[in-house]
């Protein structure tokens, strides 16, 4: 088995022939399973470039690594390599009585071509949830690929297929059965051996049946929905790097029904191309877009080319995007000065002051 035949390209990451290098396939709570030429292996971080110095990214599913292999136990991680694509979330923590202690970047796939952002066509067909995955999808660096799974529990799904067309402008979006087998020969294109895809969707929104469609035979458990609101339960249980028979490559993940921003201005402008059209097109340069004359989101907006359910999406979306920059930010200068009072303090011990 070459790495080669799990995405790595020597020529891209300009390596070390000495060098042993890895992909992460599953990130456990303290170590990593990683695919080798040397097969299978367990590995844990070096302390010493993850947690002293840190001066590495943390690895998560999808990552290509540099490694000291161990084959009797578990391997090192030496370095993390440069990454070609990247879906990020933030990570809220100390949720004390509305205040937020911190905002952390979660990583939660990399090195990816292409992102299947996944909704089902009976109950989970969701506009709003869908423009947050496209903008974060837009933002990573591949390129996202809507598809409305469950095509069999629907009678007529056309309605559905526009809507999720008019939510993400420029994307190819694909109706599908795992079920059945229809639409899966429309992914074809995306299915090329030694290319990635990541699955993105909430629980129970088909991912593993899909999966195994794919595969053609069952690689992954499956639950099934809840009859009364087609939820499911979390089938797949934490991040995994799956090979197809086919050399295709997928990396499935939990289901996540939220989905917080993190630095998403590229994303934005690619998701709200539409919307973003007009702005700077206003008679005024400080248009506020609310009562100001000579506005062109208020003409848009009146003469249909753009709803008020679209603008008011982007604002509400712009508005989380500033609030989690600004707080990230806020919250490092905090460290810093909170570091900076402690090292004074230890040189004071030091001078006997």
């Known amino acids: ?203 129970g929104v088909g991912k593993s049946s899909l999966v195994n469609a794919l595969a053609g035979k069952e690689v992954m458990s499956v639950n099934e929905i809840r009859e009364d609101d087609s939820k499911g339960r979390h089938t797949t249980t934490h991040r995994q790097l799956i090979r197809l028979d086919s050399g295709v490559i997928i990396i499935d993940t939990p289901g996540m029904r939220e989905l917080g921003m993190w630095n998403v201005s590229e994303g934005l402008s690619e998701s709200f191309s539409d919307v973003e059209q007009y702005l700077g097109q206003c008679r005024f340069s400080d248009c506020k877009h609310q009562s100001e004359p000579g506005c062109a989101i208020k003409a848009a907006m009146k003469n249909g080319a753009l709803t008020k359910e679209r603008w008011a999406s982007y604002q509400s979306l712009t508005k989380e995007t500033a609030f989690v920059d600004n707080k990230a930010a806020y919250l490092r200068k905090k460290d810093q000065q909170h570091v900076a009072i402690k090292i004074r303090e230890r040189q004071k011990k030091k001078g006997g002051v």
């Open 1 to 203: 088995m070459k790495l080669t035949d799990y995405g790595f390209m020597p020529e891209y990451y300009l390596v070390n022939s000495q060098g042993i290098y890895a992909r992460v396939t599953a990130v456990h709570k303290e170590s990593y399973t990683l695919i080798t030429e040397q097969g299978e292996c367990f590995a844990k971080l070096k302390a010493s470039v993850y947690y002293n110095n840190c001066t590495e990214e943390f690895p998560t599913t999808g990552d290509f690594v540099e490694i000291q292999y161990n084959k009797l136990g578990d391997s090192l991680i030496l370095k993390t390599l440069k990454r070609i694509s990247k879906f990020s979330r933030n990570d809220f923590s100390g949720h004390a009585a509305g205040y937020v202690k911190t905002i952390k970047e979660q990583t939660v796939a990399a090195n990816f071509d292409y992102v299947f952002i996944m909704q089902s066509l009976n109950h989970d067909l969701n506009p709003k949830r869908l423009e947050r995955y496209l903008t974060q999808a837009w933002q990573s660096g591949a390129k996202p690929v809507v598809v409305l799974t469950k095509a069999d529990l629907a009678e007529d799904f056309s309605e559905y297929l526009a809507l999720a067309r008019n939510t993400a402008p420029r994307v190819e979006v694909h109706a599908v059965s795992a079920k059945t087998g229809y639409g899966i020969e429309g992914l074809t294109d995306y299915l090329e051996k030694g290319k990635t895809i990541v699955f993105l969707g909430s629980s």
